[in-house]
């Protein structure tokens, strides 16, 4: 069943990737029930859409990958974890721009509350401002990322990177995962160029 879940989720991705691309389409919407996994990539679903973004990307930043070294490039501020890299989240995208790296693919699986970071990051990143809502590392991974590139948001919210920084949605992925458990919502965005913004901010 699980294999199903995965393949459903990889196919609605590659009707996504391979779409025209058109600023006023409503994003695809997929509803799927799978167990909580304090690391997001390990649910199925949620593993086999990006995945499939991933096989489709020739440069990948994870600013927040835990043990996942699937994208080109990975930190995270945990010294403990196996990514590349363990700096805070905006320096890593800090010095990737100054080193002239343009990705195709950006995954935002940051920590989503200040209790998670307790209960499932063993209390690192404690010091994160979390009113502002990762407002600068937003800023920063549009910055890096290519025109028509993608950004994977995860969370409790499906805000994503936004309108506001030239992002038009193509997919919504929301994973129940019961009464007890807050559902992850998986945002798909692509960078869309300037002429298409102003008819996205017109539609909205």
């Known amino acids: 069943m699980e ?9 609605a991705a590659r009707r996504c990737y391979g779409a025209p691309s058109h600023p006023q389409r409503a ?52 010294s403990e974890t196996a990514a590349e890299y363990h700096l805070e989240a905006r320096e890593f995208l800090a010095q990737l721009i100054e080193q002239g790296i343009q990705a195709d693919l950006v995954i935002f699986d940051p920590p989503y509350s200040p209790t998670q970071v307790k209960e499932c990051y063993g209390g690192v990143g404690l010091k994160n401002d979390w009113i502002g809502g990762w407002r600068e590392e937003r800023n920063l991974m ?53 002429a298409q913004l102003s008819l996205i901010s017109e539609a909205a």
């Open 27 to 78: 994003p695809q919407f997929s509803y799927v029930w799978a167990m909580p996994d304090s690391n997001t990539f390990n649910i199925p679903a949620i593993r086999g859409l990006v995945k499939y973004y991933l096989s489709q990307a020739a440069i990948s930043v994870d600013p927040f990958a835990r043990n996942k070294r699937w994208a080109t490039y990975t930190n995270d501020l945990n």
């Open 142 to 194: 549009s910055q890096l990322l290519k025109p028509d590139g993608i950004a994977i948001s995860c969370g409790w919210n499906s805000i994503g990177l936004g309108v506001q920084r030239g992002f038009r949605k193509e997919l919504i992925l929301l994973v129940c995962h019961g009464r007890e458990h807050n559902d992850t919502i998986v945002t798909v965005e692509r960078k869309v160029v300037s």
């Open 3 to 11: 294999d199903n879940i995965q393949a459903n989720c990889e196919s």
